[in-house]
């Protein structure tokens, strides 16, 4: 039985995010394998973690900067093991490759942090992203990790041509896998037109792109809809709601601020249109994809709609000022047979984009060919062979420093006590 260590950079919380579902999915895939899955995470737990024991997973604290967590390889002996972000490759990706070498080694970006970022300060300078965003040191630090490892797993198309044309990263070293959501989940029994109310937008609130959103829609684009539609309300519904956020909740102006919610899909089904006016990001949209399973319309923009769009039309509407956004919330909420319409591609969209087992068996023959030939497949990477042999060296040694300095720190702190 193959053993797979996942090191996360927080511990999953499938209700709380699409990086958790995601998560989660890989999970599930790797147990299906047969194989066995332990989770591991230098990360605080939560009180929206998953019970990841109720799933046959096992699951470990780690530290950063310790040998300990050596021993804890040299013990385990993965065969595969899988970084959460670029971070814990960083972290942790010498001290694997020391001990398992043998071990193939996983990335799973999420979404592309650096690509993330340049958006967002291309945002707060009113400017478009320029080429040097794309050549950032955040880049540099992910892009090295990419190649660091056997394999990265991308959820956009989008994402895996910027890295092959601007960073020149080989696509063998590069596969899509995107959401993988359940037959089930692709045919739910969702509400009509007439049995569904008002607005919906979700998201975590820690996710910066979430937050600017929401404060997009207070200061901009609620003010022309509810304008339109006196009567309209908006539940903004999210994980990790701060008190700036919940200061936002106004009943006078039907903007309620609901924070966590406990059956996000059964929310997503009572709404009428979903509203994700997201001004940067990456990756692709978890509350997109779940309106999408529940035949919710949504008005997002280009950015919302990036890495998730099919040769179908969009199922709902694209626009990127606040004026447009709001003039085709309205429209959709108000015709029936657009509304019908909309609903109706968007179900065949996720269809298209997420089935499950798909995307499962891509990925499960991917592993196999690489694990396969893992030598060969190294020897193909010399750009991660050389950064690999540098990284170890630099990284350890910081790292050990670093330990060092906090031993000798409770060393002396033991002493005054004494």
């Known amino acids: 039985m193959l053993s797979v260590l996942v090191i996360g950079y927080v511990w999953p919380e499938p209700n709380s995010s699409a990086a958790g579902s995601h998560m989660l999915s890989l999970l599930r895939l790797f147990k299906q394998q047969g194989w066995q899955v332990t989770f591991a995470s230098p990360a605080q737990t939560t009180e929206h973690m998953i019970d990841l024991a109720d799933e046959g997973i096992d699951s470990t604290a780690i530290e950063l900067n310790s040998s300990s967590f ?16 670029f971070m814990m490759e960083e972290q942790f990706g010498w001290r694997v490759r020391q001990q398992c070498p043998q071990a193939l080694t996983l990335l799973d970006t999420e979404d592309l942090q650096f690509l993330r970022h340049a958006r967002h300060q291309a945002v707060k300078a009113q400017r478009d992203v320029l080429p040097e965003d794309h050549h950032s040191d955040l880049a540099k630090r992910e892009v090295a990790a990419i190649f660091r490892c056997d394999l990265t797993l991308m959820i956009s198309e989008v994402e895996i041509d910027i890295l092959t044309r601007l960073h020149k990263v080989d696509r063998q070293l590069l596969h899509y896998s995107p959401f993988m959501l359940e037959q089930q989940e692709l045919s739910l029994a969702n509400p009509d037109y007439g049995q569904r109310y008002g607005f919906i937008s979700i ?33 903004v519904y999210g994980a990790y709601p701060p008190p700036k956020a919940t ?34 990001g990456a990756g692709i949209k978890g509350k ?21 769009q099919t040769g179908l039309d969009w199922g709902g509407m694209i626009a990127n000022d606040a004026e447009a956004i709001a003039a085709a919330a309205v429209e959709l909420y108000l015709q029936q047979g657009l509304w019908q319409q909309s609903s109706t591609r968007g179900r065949e969209n996720a269809r298209q984009l997420f089935d499950r087992q798909q995307h499962f068996s891509a990925l499960a023959d991917k592993l196999a060919q690489v694990s396969g030939d893992l030598s060969g497949h190294r020897q193909q990477n010399f750009i991660g062979g050389m950064l ?13 420093w670093i330990e060092s300095k906090n031993k000798l720190a409770q060393l002396q702190e033991e002493q005054t006590q004494d």
């Open 247 to 280: 200061a936002l909740h106004d009943v006078k102006s039907g903007f309620l601020v609901k924070g966590w919610v406990d059956d996000a899909v059964a929310a997503m089904q009572s709404a009428r249109v979903c509203l994700a006016p997201l001004r940067f």
């Open 288 to 308: 997109l994809a779940e309106a999408m399973i529940c035949n919710t319309p949504s008005v997002t923009t280009d950015i919302g709609a990036e890495g998730m």
């Open 70 to 85: 050596d021993q804890y390889l040299r013990q385990l002996q993965p065969d595969i093991v899988m970084f959460d972000r």
């Open 203 to 235: 998201g975590n609130f820690r996710h910066a792109p979430n937050w600017d959103a929401v404060l997009w829609l207070k200061q901009q684009i609620w003010p022309l809809i509810r304008k339109a539609l006196p009567k309209a309300e908006l539940h």
């Open 388 to 400: 690999n042999f540098h990284h170890h060296r630099s990284t350890q040694y910081m790292s050990q």
